[in-house]
Nanobody, 124 residues
Framework: QVQLVESGGGLVQAGGSLRLSCTASGHTFTSYTMGWFRQAPGKEREFVSATRRSGFSTYSDSMKGRFTMSRDNAKNTVYLQMDGLEPEDTAVYYC??????????????????WGQGTQVTVSS
């Protein structure tokens, strides 16, 4: 059974930084595409970033330059470094895993496994 556990969320002032972590167990981590999504109250789940097993990474345009995703295969962990946070970044952030290296990695339905989410709140 694949399990994803996020951590690192919290309350931060606008302009601040947070680093989220997602640790995976129960699968061959290096063969999966890993993604980050977020969901604010009353809104749809939104793509943040993803990194393929090849190392290729892609970001949402609104977060590119502020957020950086990385993976440590030895620790079965992916990270999301978030800098220059804005109140609009307030949401629950989810980690996800795609086992099939699918093409559409910006779409939530592509992913097979999800973490429970971690709350990020940015105050103005």
């Amino acid at each position: 059974q694949v399990q994803l556990v996020e951590s690192g969320g919290g309350l931060v002032q606008a302009g601040g930084s947070l680093r989220l972590s997602c640790t995976a167990s129960g699968h061959t981590f290096t063969s999966y595409t890993m993604g980050w999504f977020r969901q604010a109250p009353g809104k749809e789940r939104e793509f943040v970033s993803a990194t393929r097993r090849s190392g290729f990474s892609t970001y949402s345009d609104s977060m590119k330059g502020r957020f950086t995703m990385s993976r440590d295969n030895a620790k079965n962990t992916v990270y999301l470094q978030m800098d220059g946070l804005e109140p609009e970044d307030t949401a629950v952030y989810y980690c996800a895993a795609d086992r099939d290296d699918d093409y559409f990695i910006r779409i939530p339905g592509t992913y097979d496994y999800w973490g429970q989410g971690t709350q990020v709140t940015v105050s103005s």
